[in-house]
T-cell receptor
Framework: SQTIHQWPATLVQPVGSPLSLECTVE??????LYWYRQAAGRGLQLLFY??????ISSEVPQNLSASRPQDRQFILSSKKLLLSDSGFYLC???????????FGPGTRLLVL | GNSVTQMEGPVTLSEEAFLTINCTYT??????LFWYVQYPGEGLQLLLK?????DKGSNKGFEATYRKETTSFHLEKGSVQVSDSAVYFC????????????FGTGTSLTVIP
């Protein structure tokens, strides 16, 4: 069966520090991968999605970036965090077009 | 374009009450429709889905019917439990627009004993 992992589960970072969040999927090949952000009490905002290694589509211009160095690995990064980057970051995967999206457990980021 | 509109929350119900959470959609093609549930501090879990008109998705006592004529996919449960307290998201995906999902803003449900 397929599983999706995210880490860390919780992160507290100072403003201006770098960020790296990792997402990995097991049990499937060539998944579509997604990064979402959920601000407190808000809905989901799609940040990036990827249909293959090295292929990244950005939905919202901001100080975040994403990379997909391996088929089942998706990384969300920032060089300098802003207060507004605080939120709950969710990774998801799907197969097919369109396929059901399955979500990871999320990373809660607090920027102070 | 594609979009999903779901009823504003929060919704508070007593245990064993009937639940309806409204969801309507706009789509350019022939979408698949989904309900996801998010328990506190967790990621989203797929609750049910329907891929074509008149399909009924069901799971854990929840049901939703894909109504093309009213562009709706309302979530219902006959008797809610305290453990159903969560945020519920309606979503659609449309083959014509590739791999993206379109989510509603979520409806928070609290069930009190």
């Amino acid at each position: 069966s397929q599983t999706i992992h995210q880490w860390p589960a919780t992160l507290v970072q100072p403003v201006g520090s770098p960020l790296s969040l990792e997402c990995t999927v097991e049990g499937t090949s060539n998944p579509n991968l997604y990064w979402y952000r959920q601000a407190a009490g808000r809905g989901l905002q799609l940040l990036f999605y990827s249909v293959g290694i090295g292929q990244i589509s950005s939905e919202v211009p901001q100080n975040l970036s994403a990379s997909r160095p391996q088929d089942r690995q998706f990384i969300l990064s920032s060089k300098k965090l802003l207060l507004s980057d605080s939120g709950f970051y969710l990774c998801a995967w799907s197969v097919g077009r369109p396929g059901t999206q399955y979500f990871g457990p999320g990373t809660r980021l607090l920027v102070l | 374009g594609n979009s999903v509109t779901q009823m504003e929350g929060p919704v508070t119900l007593s245990e064993e009450a009937f639940l309806t959470i409204n969801c309507t959609y706009t789509a350019t093609g022939y979408p698949s429709l989904f309900w996801y549930v998010q328990y506190p501090g967790e990621g989203l879990q797929l609750l049910l889905k329907a891929t074509k008109a008149d399909d009924k998705g069901s799971n854990k006592g929840f049901e939703a019917t894909y109504r093309k004529e009213t562009t709706s996919f309302h979530l219902e449960k006959g008797s809610v439990q305290v453990s159903d307290s969560a945020v519920y998201f309606c979503a659609l995906s449309d083959r014509s627009t590739g791999n993206q999902f379109y989510f509603g803003t979520g409806t928070s449900l609290t069930v009190i004993p």
